[in-house]
């Protein structure tokens, strides 16, 4: 129903920044409560930030005030951006779309933070 592609991720220092991307296709996008998770090596996959269809944001309490999570309706993308990295960062991102019982998701987005 909704195709999701996560870009932006890369290589950073402890203290640095990234923006991460996520582009919808296929679907309504703006019907979709959007999320961000992440999953580091050797641990359980983890919420990062939700941004509902019409509600506030909401972060784990490890990212917030450092992440910011916002969505354009009109361009179909929902963002991540990352401030004050830290090395326990480091995992692979994945964009989430939500609907009633409909559950996509897209391919991921490695981040390292390493010194």
């Known amino acids: 129903q909704v195709q999701l592609v996560e870009s932006g991720g890369g290589l950073v220092q402890p203290g640095g920044s990234l923006r991460l991307s996520c582009a919808a296709s296929?679907?309504?996008?703006?019907?979709?409560?959007m999320g961000w998770y992440r999953q580091a090596p050797g641990k359980q996959r983890e919420l990062v930030a939700t941004?509902?269809?019409?509600?506030?944001?909401n972060y784990a309490d490890s990212v917030r005030g450092r992440f910011t999570i916002s969505r354009d309706n009109a361009k179909g993308t929902v963002y991540l951006q990352m401030n004050s990295l830290k090395p326990e960062d480091t995992a692979v991102y994945y964009c989430?779309?939500?609907?009633?019982?409909?559950?996509?998701w897209g391919q991921g987005t490695q981040v390292t933070v390493s010194s």
């Open positions: 989430n779309a939500k609907r009633l019982y409909y559950d996509s």
């Open positions: 296929g679907s309504i996008f703006s019907i979709y409560d």
């Open positions: 941004i509902p269809s019409g509600g506030s944001a």
